[in-house]
């Protein structure tokens, strides 16, 4: 049983570069969520999906594009890159919502130069 | 937005204390969770309380929901339990995604 998985777990991007980071989940869960986590901050939530087909915004969506198409991946796009998205991202996903237990992925450590 | 506060923000300890961590939040929630971060490693979650007390091996998590605070405690604390602990909230609105406190950095020397 995987859980929650995250690739890639590292990348290096160059401003005005796109990449897609994908998040699969083999627990059956409705729910999933982007984070970033930057020193100093809790996370933020970027965008989520509360079901297959559907996304939502979050607290900083800017520059972020999200795609829930089967409802065990959750993708995250960055369609140009900037160096203010260097961050680590966390894909999170959870039965239904926050008041069932949540389950973490391993981490992105995104860098923008 | 729920403002979630943790105290204190950096914590050592000797080998075998008892440790406490506290969170406060500002508006009513349906449930607060204790997650767990390894240096460079992913999030784990340790505890979700909506009421009351709970209790897993050497942790031990209590809420009030009047006073709207929980801690988390280590007892017999250990090397091993190093880590960055983050309280989070479950919101009512963005699908009830967790709102979260900046986190707890903790180191318990031998």
């Known amino acids: 049983n995987a859980g929650v998985t995250q690739t890639p777990k590292f990348r290096v991007l160059k401003t005005g570069q796109s990449m897609t980071l994908l998040c699969a989940q083999d627990m059956n869960h409705e729910y999933m969520y982007w984070y970033r986590q930057d020193p100093g901050m809790g996370l933020r939530l970027i965008h989520y999906?509360?079901?297959?087909?559907?996304?939502a915004k979050g607290e900083v969506p800017d520059g972020y594009n999200v795609s829930r198409l089967k409802k065990q991946n959750f993708l995250l796009g960055l369609e140009s890159a900037a160096p203010s998205q260097t961050s680590v991202y966390f894909c999170?996903?959870?039965?239904?919502?926050?008041?069932?237990?949540?389950?973490f992925g391993q981490g992105t450590r995104l860098t923008v130069v | 937005k729920n403002e979630v506060e943790q105290s204190p923000q950096n914590l050592t300890a000797q080998e075998g204390e008892f440790i406490t961590i506290n969170c406060s939040y500002s508006v009513g929630i349906s449930a607060l969770h204790w997650l767990q971060q390894h240096p460079g490693g992913g999030i784990v979650s340790l505890f979700m309380?909506?009421?009351g007390k709970k209790k897993h091996g050497r942790l031990i998590a209590t809420i009030n929901i009047q006073e709207k605070h929980s801690s988390l405690h280590i007892t017999a604390s250990h090397p091993r339990d190093s880590a960055v602990y983050i309280c989070a909230v479950a919101a009512g609105d963005s699908g009830y995604a967790l709102n979260f406190g900046k986190g707890t950095s903790l180191l318990v020397t031998p």
């Open positions: 999170a996903s959870s039965f239904e919502g926050g008041g069932t237990e949540a389950f």
């Open positions: 999906s509360v079901g297959e087909g559907t996304t």
């Open positions: 309380l909506s009421s």
